[in-house]
């Protein structure tokens, strides 16, 4: 006989609430690491798609808060507010390449799709696209579009699609790139301007400069010579993984609320065990248990409870962030969730944290209900009717 | 005059539920190592009381207990209860063996709880449960034995530790007769290894294998007897 084997008996009883109490944590548990996992790779995502950018420099409107710059990356539809003239101004800054983007929306069988204005011969050079069907051609009647959605929309090339009641030919379909330049459809940048009646505007202007040394003077020049703002991509990605590091963590507090009401069915669960047992506690004072001795059996049926909790919540929580991240609804704080690259199976870190978590809160749950237990007068307890 | 093992000294026991109630009064009491002792007397006068009290289960309003020359009353509970694993054996009416483990486990775990390593308790349960004739239910529950096999697991449960003494509150209280002769044979077997016995009874048939037999009424020692 072991101390372990009394308290596994002790624990496996009552099935039906062993089982209860081991599915209250584990969907406390589930929740945490679903929230944990997905957001894992969200920092790495959010690098790539600022790689994908391409550019050192962002250049914005004045005014732009955060929740616009993480727009920059995730392709949600921008204001305009930069005219052809700042955009010619920061263009002529000696050193560096200006591309700029018009950033808007349309629907293709009434899913939302990114409709992003360029200048088609520079935009190719600074992405190092490569066609993969068809050709580079955008203009007033022709489209090139990513390969995802031309994946998703079954699109080929010749095919028409319209957008705000004009109709394009797909002209070319890019080869696939692996980052959101995928999910986008592109016009010529004049023709987008026209289409969605912004005049000469743009959304932002991408900046690459040729010497990432002078990434500061750079700034500088482009704010004295245009009516601009700017911020580097390092910036950019602080000020992302900032506010969605706020977001993670109010819904990281959600799901520890949850685990901590799973904590109260331990203790729950732990006072019904020790008035049952009330007279089997009597028993083993009566054999020579001292207090700590009845105090730790009782501890570690609740330890063990967070233990097997925390596997089983880790368990369905890594298959709930597998199979849920696809269908997280696309927004500016759930862009970088909703791709299955954000979601880290298996990391050590989530397991790691989690099991603490289960185990540390389960401990804490069952030290009054151990406590109350070591306490009784063994008389008292042997009597128990 | 031979050594005593248990000496109560103005033994009292007042038990305070919203109002005071005497269990037990000025009781002074030996017990010689090695006897076999009953105290008898009616219902509800105090005799588990002293029993719980001599066994260090419960502690005393005032007066002393001494188990050799260790004074129960002096010690505090984990000391106690090393007393109790060590040095006293329990049997109860109501055999007390814990229903989820196996007659074995019963008896194993009165070792484990005194450090005794897996492979040392089974052998030694296996030892004490043949003595006590039970070799073929190792594995049983409880559940699944008479009483009076559950009394003779709780009495191989209660030599596990090797104590002084014995201390049986009404073990032949839920068995039938053939059960109790049973029993009897067991008591007497466990005393004549040199084993102390005190039993807290009403039977007339245990009180006679008695060699002493402490009378208590209104909480009070009456008389004690000699039978041998």
């Avoid at chain 1, 105090?295 to 890594?318: M, T």
């Avoid at chain 2, 090797?162 to 201390?167: E, G």
């Amino acid at each position: 006989m072991t101390r372990g084997k009394l308290v596994f008996k002790n624990l496996t009883r009552k099935k039906s609430r062993f089982l209860f109490t081991i599915m209250g944590i584990s969907v406390g548990i589930a929740s945490l690491v679903t929230l944990l996992s997905l957001g894992t790779g969200l920092e790495a995502e959010v690098k790539k798609q600022s790689q994908a950018l391409g550019a050192e420099l962002v250049v914005t409107p004045k005014g732009w808060c955060a929740y616009e710059q993480i727009s920059v990356l995730t392709g949600e539809t921008l204001p305009e507010a930069i005219p052809n003239a700042d955009v010619e101004k920061v263009a002529a800054i000696k050193g560096i390449t200006a591309i700029p983007y018009l950033v808007q929306r349309t629907a293709i069988k009434n899913q939302p799709v990114t409709v992003v204005g360029i200048l088609p011969k520079p935009m190719k050079q600074f992405k190092n696209w490569e066609i993969d069907r068809g050709d580079y051609r955008l203009d007033q009647e022709s489209a090139v579009v990513g390969s995802s959605i031309a994946q998703q929309f079954e699109l080929k090339t010749g095919d028409k699609v319209t957008i705000r009641g004009t109709e394009f030919k797909i002209q070319g379909i890019l080869k696939e790139m692996g980052n959101r330049d995928d999910l986008v459809i592109y016009l010529d940048l004049a023709t987008a301007q026209k289409l969605y009646g912004v005049g000469d505007k743009v959304s932002f202007i991408a900046v690459k400069v040729d010497d990432v040394t002078q990434m500061d003077r750079y700034s500088q020049e482009i704010q004295e010579r245009a009516n601009v703002a700017v911020v580097s991509d390092k910036q950019l990605i602080r000020s992302v993984l900032a506010i969605m590091g706020t977001v993670r963590n109010t819904l990281q507090m959600i799901a520890a609320v949850a685990v901590l009401a799973a904590a109260f069915g331990i203790i729950n669960t732990m006072l019904t065990a020790i008035h049952e047992r009330k007279r089997e506690i009597g028993i083993l004072q009566a054999l020579g248990a001292k207090r700590r001795t009845i105090f730790s059996l009782f501890l570690y049926e609740s330890a063990l409870y967070g233990l097997l909790g925390g596997v089983l919540g880790l368990a369905a929580g890594f298959a709930l962030s597998f199979f849920a991240a696809p269908y997280i609804e696309q927004s500016e704080f759930t862009a970088f969730l909703g791709s299955a690259q954000s979601v880290k199976m298996f990391s050590p870190a989530v397991v790691g944290q989690t099991m603490l978590f289960a185990v540390v809160v389960a401990c804490l749950a069952g030290i009054y209900p151990a406590l109350k237990a070591s306490r009784l007068s063994p008389v008292e307890a042997i009597s128990y009717e | 005059m031979s050594e005593m093992i248990i000496r109560a000294e103005k033994l009292t026991k007042i038990y305070e539920n919203g109002y005071s109630t005497v269990a037990l009064q000025d009781v002074d009491l030996e017990i010689p190592r090695g006897s076999l002792s009953c105290i008898m007397g009616p219902s509800g006068h105090g005799k588990s009381t002293l029993l719980h009290l001599i066994g260090g289960l419960d502690r005393p309003t005032s007066g002393q207990v001494f188990l050799g020359n260790l004074d129960l009353t002096a010690i505090d509970a984990n000391q106690l209860a090393e007393v109790r694993c060590r040095r006293i054996g329990f049997v109860f009416q109501f055999f007390n063996l814990l229903p989820v483990l196996t007659v074995l486990e019963n008896v194993e775990i009165a070792l484990m709880l005194a450090g005794t390593p897996p492979r040392g308790q089974r052998e030694w349960a296996e030892e004490l449960l043949d003595l006590v004739g039970l070799e073929d239910k190792l594995q049983a529950r409880p559940n699944q034995l008479s009483g009076g096999q559950r009394q003779r697991v709780a009495i191989a449960r209660s030599l596990a530790n090797d104590p002084d003494i014995l201390l049986m509150d009404e073990p032949s209280g839920n068995l039938d007769t053939k059960s109790e002769r049973e029993l009897l044979e067991n008591i007497e077997k466990v005393n004549q290894r040199g084993k102390t016995v005190v039993i807290v009874t009403h039977s007339p048939t245990v009180a006679a294998v008695a060699h002493r037999i402490y009378y208590i009424q209104d909480g009070r020692l009456q008389k004690v007897a000699q039978n041998r």
